[in-house]
């Protein structure tokens, strides 16, 4: 059963940093590209950043280029998603989320529970 687990989530002011993990199990984590797409409050998912299955390849979503970082842990099957500079506008749920194939281009087709964001002073 594929499993996809967020955790890092929380409570952090304008300005600082949060470091989402996803621990995935289930399937082979290093045939599938992966990444994290957000909800916030009242809003659509956004897709924010994705990552090709050995880590070589990175794409972001304008609104948080330069701000986070997508990175993976093959050997420990986890991906990371390194957040700083946040904003109140990032206060939403994240998704770790898996790919049916290598690319980013490649379908969605499991996606963890989230986790929380909340960006607040």
């Known amino acids: 059963e594929v499993q996809l687990v967020e955790s890092g989530g929380g409570l952090v002011q304008p300005g600082g940093s949060l470091r989402l993990s996803c621990a995935a199990s289930?399937?082979?984590?290093?045939?599938?590209?992966m990444s994290w797409v957000r909800q916030a409050p009242g809003k659509g998912l956004e897709w924010l950043s994705g990552i090709n299955m050995v880590g070589t390849y990175t794409n972001y979503a304008d609104s948080v280029k330069g701000r986070f970082t997508i990175s993976r842990d093959n050997a420990k099957n986890t991906l990371i998603l390194q957040m700083n500079s946040l904003k109140s506008e990032d206060t939403a749920v994240y998704y770790c989320v898996k790919h049916d194939g290598l690319s980013t281009q490649n379908g969605m087709d499991y996606w963890g529970k989230g986790s929380l964001v909340t960006v607040s002073s």
């Open positions: 289930g399937f082979t984590f290093s045939d599938n590209a």
